[in-house]
């Protein structure tokens, strides 16, 4: 077995060297969007069963939003969260803020504790839809308390349209999360060249799922955005080189509620296995994988990951995603019995082995840790 370290551009001649029994060493991938549910509805997804959901899926570190049932907008609640967490998790994680509008005197409080500010300029799931006549006095609040700490918008169509007219304003950095429509995407790539202090980034289910697989998939097939036309699917592919990120968005809920009106999919145990299948039929290479995974969140939302924690996938090893094998508590995929070729074999966090093949190896309860932005000099 061969075993090659990956993480500049020289990996990609490595990788031809090796063949096909390749097994590649990568950086703990880095998800900056996924939903935990905990506390308040953590029937769907506990910061425990949701971190070893990471690192089953190659994630070492995670960024947790903050849509939970009681939403995260004061210090309080953020160090409440933080308490609950902290005996829990088994990878790394980080938090954002969310506002309405009406909690700008925390701002000041939280900036040391989480990696931006989150707001919902479209129907999802939560309570923290805002009204877009307040875009203005937040983004001005947040810009004034930590100018470099980007607001994360879930904004569509009209909605990304207002966001950007209050960037162009203001100047300060935003993160268009999970875009899915080619209309979307060319409007922040317009602006992203116009240099507007923008980053984007797209969803596993908005690149390898279309209209017609929300059809097949029914209520497991929603979310929000909702999944995009063949066209934009395409937009979207042959603009990777342009997008910052990937975002599982992972969203877990039970299949009882699916059946009911819920928007969400699960996606930390997918993500990757479905990028190395793209791997393995040259639609994008390993160096993409650590740019969008890597790099770029860590960048971007300003954290740091530990130099003793790596991943080693296999790009030969062949298999097919199984809801029974899935650690997240909702325990479904809209992958389920997809053949994907590429599998996390290891997981090291803090040069310890925590995962192999599928199972936890030292996963106890506490032994990830609680991550903070890096200070900014300004
Ligand atoms: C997310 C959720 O369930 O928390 N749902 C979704 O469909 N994406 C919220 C969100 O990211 O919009
Ligand atoms: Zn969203
Ligand atoms: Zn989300």
Request: charged share 25%; with cysteine.
């Amino acid at each position: 077995m061969v075993i090659i370290f990956v993480n500049s551009a020289f990996l990609i001649a490595c990788a031809r060297i090796a063949g096909s029994m390749a097994l590649f060493r990568l950086p703990g991938l880095i998800d900056p969007h996924v939903h935990l549910r905990d506390p308040g509805q953590t029937h769907k997804e506990d910061f425990f069963s949701g971190t070893t959901a990471a690192l089953s899926g190659g994630f070492t570190t995670i960024l947790d939003m903050p849509n939970n049932k009681i939403a995260i907008t004061t210090e309080q609640l953020l160090k409440e969260k933080i308490a609950i967490a902290k005996g829990s998790i088994v990878a790394d994680v980080g938090f954002y803020f969310g506002s309405m509008g009406d909690n700008l005197n925390e701002f000041p409080k939280v900036v040391d504790k989480v990696f931006g500010l989150k707001l919902y300029l479209n129907q999802t799931t939560g309570n923290l839809l805002i009204n877009k006549n307040k875009l203005k006095s937040i983004f001005s609040a947040w810009g004034k308390t930590v100018r470099h700490l980007p607001i994360l918008v879930h904004a569509e169509n009209e909605s990304l349209r207002s966001v950007l007219d209050v960037v162009k304003e203001t100047k300060q950095n935003v993160h268009v999360c999970h875009v899915s429509t080619q209309a979307d995407l060319a409007l922040i790539l317009r602006e992203k060249e116009s240099r507007l202090p923008i980053s984007c980034g797209v969803t596993p289910h908005h690149l390898f799922l279309t209209e017609h697989d929300a059809n097949v998939l029914g209520p497991f097939g929603k979310m929000k955005p909702p999944l995009a036309k063949r066209k934009d699917v395409d937009f979207l592919w042959k603009n990777l080189k342009a997008i910052d990120v990937v975002e599982s968005d992972h969203a877990p809920h039970t299949r009882k509620e699916k059946l009911e009106t819920t928007f969400g999919v699960t996606g930390l145990e997918t993500t990757l296995p479905l990028l190395l299948t793209a791997v393995w039929e040259k639609r994008l290479n390993i160096d993409d994988i650590v740019r969008l995974c890597v790099t770029n969140p860590a960048r971007i939302f300003g954290c740091q990951t530990d130099p003793n924690t790596h991943i080693e996938v296999d790009q030969s090893i062949s298999y097919t995603i199984e809801n029974r094998k899935l650690y997240t508590k909702c325990g479904w995929s809209p992958f389920a019995n997809w053949r994907v070729k590429g599998k996390v074999r290891r997981v090291i966090l803090r040069g310890k082995k925590v995962f192999e093949d599928g199972k936890g190896i030292s996963v106890a309860k506490g032994s990830g840790r609680i991550i903070f932005p890096v200070p900014c000099a300004d």
